[in-house]
């Protein structure tokens, strides 16, 4: 079976076993990854639909992803939902209910929600983080991956000079090699021209296929998302016809937080299995 047939396949799959048991042999005889002593399946199996079972590219993302963590702790070492609800709260981040045509998740960010003098470009960068880690374990997720559209509508200095060139780094690098979630596409609205410079410091460190898949629709932008995605699914402030934005916002932010000890879980050990409690029911639906 090639990888797009792997992908399809349950976790509980036999067909699965070999590829789950060669990644967990190379990543304990790995240097990069010596100190962490098991790895549980399901969070193999999350590197290996990100590189379509491939083993030895799954290998080099899991290796990544350490040493992103190990190197980032003002970012990972913290995953608490709570300590950034107020951020949270000014209806900066959704998720949306439903997935586009292909599968994907859509993920939402309102920058001119975030207040660069109340909340730091490390603290926002969490939340992504920890969306991501959320979605990550869902199974649909890992076969369809994610796309995400970016709000530049009041972008000013005060944003562009929280980014400098190693968090650009860093934001590179999760979108690129170092977290195991397929990126489908990135769609810029309403970005100013300052905000050109900032984008110019993270696009060297991009490969090609993600440079690809980034689209900057400027602020005339609702034609050109029905392109991308179905009306159905995006805010009416988009262009569409589901939810607004503000209750995607808070419907999220809601699951973040009731999210709260998963997150904590994967904070401390992120290669262990991932238990999901009653208040993280609404992940069940999206595991098969």
């Known amino acids: 079976m090639n990888g797009s047939e792997l992908n399809e396949l349950p976790d509980d799959s036999e067909l699965l076993d070999p590829y789950v048991s060669s990644l967990r042999r190379r990543a304990l005889q790995t240097r990069e990854l010596s100190a962490v002593r098991s790895f549980s399946d399901g969070f193999l199996l999350k590197f290996l639909r990100a590189r379509d079972f491939d083993v030895e590219l799954s290998l080099k993302l899991l290796v990544n992803y350490q040493q992103w963590r190990k190197e980032s702790p003002e970012i990972s070492g913290c995953l608490s939902p709570s300590s950034v609800l107020g951020l949270l709260n000014t209806t900066y981040h959704a998720v949306l209910p439903q997935r586009d045509h292909t599968g994907s998740r859509v993920l939402i960010y309102r920058i001119g929600q975030w207040n660069p003098k109340d909340w730091s470009a490390f603290q926002v960068f969490r939340v992504s983080l920890m969306t991501s880690e959320i979605i990550s374990t869902e199974i649909e997720t890992q076969r369809r991956g994610v796309k995400a559209i970016f709000d530049l509508q009041g972008w000013t200095l005060g944003h562009a000079l929280q980014i400098n060139p190693s968090l650009a780094r860093k934001i590179s690098s999760v979108l690129s090699d170092s977290f195991p979630t397929k990126v489908r596409g990135i769609h810029l609205v309403n970005e100013p021209m300052f905000f050109r410079p900032v984008f110019a410091m993270i696009r060297p460190f991009l490969p090609d296929k993600i440079k690809q898949r980034i689209h900057m629709h400027g602020a005339d932008f609702h034609k050109a998302l029905s392109k991308f995605f179905s009306p159905t ?56």
């Open 233 to 288: 699914i995006l805010p009416p402030e988009y262009g569409g016809e589901g939810p607004g934005i503000e209750e995607a916002c808070q419907d999220w932010t809601n699951q973040l937080l009731q999210s709260e000890t998963l997150l904590q879980q994967i904070a401390s050990h992120p290669t262990a299995d991932i238990a999901i409690t009653p208040d993280e029911s609404y992940l069940r639906g999206n595991r098969d």
